[in-house]
Structure formats: C-alpha cells, structure tokens
C-alpha cells in the first residue's frame, strides 16, 4: 500500500525526541570562524535583527534536526496564548546556503476560558509554525526577526528506524 508523503512526513516527525531549548546566540556574526562565515548571508534590514545560531560538531548530524522557535516573553493569564507569523525560508544568492526570515510577528491571540483570579504570568510565547530544518555545524543558522522577538532552538534526535507493516 502506498502512503501519500503528507503521512510519511508526519511518521518521521513524531519519531524525533526533544532534547532541549535554548536561546539563540545574537551578535554582529564575528564567531570563532571569523568575519568570513557570514559574508554570504545579507545584513539585516531596518526593524531586523540577525540571529546567528552556532552548532556543535556531533557524531551523527544526519539525525538531528534543529526547531526554530520565535515568540516574545508577554504577561498572560491561564489560556493559551500565540502569535501568529511565518517563518520564510531564503537561500543567500550566489552561495546556496539557506537562512531564515520572520517578516513579522502577528498579533497574539488565545483560547477564551475563564480564568481564576491572579492566574497572570510572564511566559514565553511563540507562533505556532516552528520549522525543523537540518542540523549542520559547518555553517551558522542564521534567522532575521523584528528586533522585539527573541528567538529560540531546540533540537531534536531521530529514534531508531522501525519496519513499516
């Protein structure tokens, strides 16, 4: 039996096992490389920041991928709360390598439960779309946001193949 590739995409994904978050570096792109490793991606626009996220060499980076995750911390009560925004992918003209652009962050919204009184708290929210994208320590992940988001990784492992049935 075939499966559309929809199916096997979702398969795969839930396969991968979080292994944490972290915030992303942010600086003006000089690392341990140098001022070379940037030069193929563009500065960022007025409004922008570059993110510029560095990874650790690992064994098996074929089986990692890295979840990037923008939002912002706001004060909110017990609902559940998002912005929305999409995160675009772009390749840097004349070099291949893809980076990653959030043109900018829509308005939060929420669930509508009635919350207890003094259920308000600082969090930090995100969008609702947060792209896997390869794990690849040769070159830096480098995402342009509105200068208020912050923006976060995690990264995920791979769990063993399994047989399909």
């Known amino acids: 039996m075939k499966y559309p590739l929809t199916i096997l995409s979702c ?14 570096q942010v600086g003006p792109g000089v690392g341990p490389q140098g001022a070379d490793e940037l030069k193929a991606f563009p500065a960022a626009t ?17 089986g990692l991928k890295v979840e990037i995750i923008v939002g ?12 929305g925004g999409r995160i675009e992918t772009r390749t840097a003209e004349g070099w291949g390598y893809d980076y990653y ?4 962050l829509g308005a939060m919204a929420g669930t509508l439960m009635g919350c207890p ?13 947060q792209p896997l994208v390869r794990y690849n320590s ?25 047989n399909a049935r």
């Open 11 to 24: 398969a795969a994904a839930m396969t991968l096992a979080a292994c944490g978050t972290t915030s992303a």
């Open 46 to 62: 007025a409004g922008q920041t570059r993110h510029v996220i560095r990874l650790p060499q690992q064994a098996d980076e074929d």
């Open 72 to 83: 912002k911390t706001a004060r909110v009560d017990c609902n559940n709360h998002f912005f």
């Open 101 to 104: 652009v959030l043109p900018a």
């Open 117 to 129: 009184a003094n259920s308000e708290r600082e969090v930090f929210v995100a969008a609702p779309e």
């Open 138 to 162: 040769r070159l830096p992940l480098v995402v342009y946001a509105p200068q208020d988001v912050e923006v976060r990784y995690r990264l995920w492992r791979a769990g063993e193949t399994q």
